[in-house]
């Protein structure tokens, strides 16, 4: 891609990806640090990048991720926020919270079905990779890949409407 199809293509999404950001963002100066992130990773791509395919589906996805992440490292920094505590009442306050955040974790899977909970457990307690799930389980890559994702969404659904999860 040359840097004049770069720009053209940067230029038409601008406009989208500042919508998905301030969408998430209600601050404008987070949504454009969003969108020039992402503007700088699709330069960095730029070599890898297919003109022909849809730029606009990676530029979007890629800032809904860049958003979530975002997100969730404000969102730590504010769990984060106890420091007027003593070492030893932060310890108790953040094993307090730690078997919570566990209880209410082990509440929201036991919620999931049989296959779900499966799939969860050989990804993320057994550690296994995605190669090893579809050995284990004769189900294909894809479908693998799918159902942990659907999961993982569920999950935090789960979560969510429980008031589990901000």
């Known amino acids: 891609m040359t840097v004049q199809e770069f720009e053209h293509i940067a230029l038409a999404l601008r406009p989208q990806l500042m919508g998905v950001a301030r969408g998430f963002f209600a601050d404008e100066a987070k949504a454009e640090d969003v969108v020039q992130d992402v503007l700088l990773r699709l330069w960095q791509m730029r070599d890898r990048i297919d003109c022909q395919k849809d730029v606009r589906a990676l530029a979007v996805r890629m800032t809904k991720n860049r958003c979530v992440s975002v997100w969730r490292h ?42 779900e909970r499966r799939l969860l457990k050989m990804r993320h307690e057994q550690e ?26 569920k999950l935090l659904d789960i979560l969510k409407k429980g008031g589990f999860y901000e």
């Open 74 to 115: 404000e969102r730590a920094g504010l769990n984060m926020s106890v420091g007027e505590l003593s070492s030893s009442e932060r310890s108790v306050t953040a094993n307090i919270q730690e078997c919570d955040s566990r209880r209410m974790l082990h509440d929201a899977i036991a919620r999931l079905n049989d296959s």
């Open 128 to 153: 296994m990779d995605i190669g090893q799930i579809t050995a284990t389980t004769g189900m294909a890559a894809r479908t693998v890949s799918v159902m942990l994702s659907q999961t993982r969404k």
